[in-house]
């Protein structure tokens, strides 16, 4: 069994912060990598950023870079994607999933089981 849970979305002007959170519960955490997903009305489902098991590589997509950070604290199982600087293109729902590792396609939704339900992000003036 493999449940996580997002939290810390809401409305924020463009330029703004938020946090997210992802909440793991049910399988051993640190033994899994975790990534963070987000999906547009109308757009695929793309992958922000994964973070290896023992926190020390980190992948981000390119349009993030700079802008965001991804964190996890194995002893509370969560993960955190900090989100500065935030543009009307960040909007989606923001989903958190687990892998074994951030393969070199970490990218790709289909290496990843035990989907969040996702949080709502909207970058708006």
């Known amino acids: 069994q493999l449940q996580l849970v997002e939290s810390g979305g809401g409305l924020v002007q463009p330029g703004g912060s938020l946090s997210l959170s992802c909440a793991a519960s049910g399988f051993a955490f640190d033994n899994y990598a975790i990534g963070w997903f987000r999906q547009a009305p109308g757009k695929e489902r793309e992958g922000v950023s994964c973070?290896?098991?023992?926190?020390?590589?980190?992948y981000f997509k390119d349009t993030v870079k700079g802008r965001f950070t991804i964190s996890r604290d194995n002893a509370k199982n969560t993960v955190a994607l900090q989100m500065n600087s935030l543009k009307t293109e960040d909007t989606a729902v923001y989903f958190c999933a687990a892998a074994s590792y951030c393969l070199t396609n970490w990218y790709r939704p289909e290496n990843y089981n035990g989907w969040g339900q996702g949080t709502q992000v909207t970058v708006s003036s």
């Open positions: 973070i290896s098991r023992n926190g020390i590589t980190k």
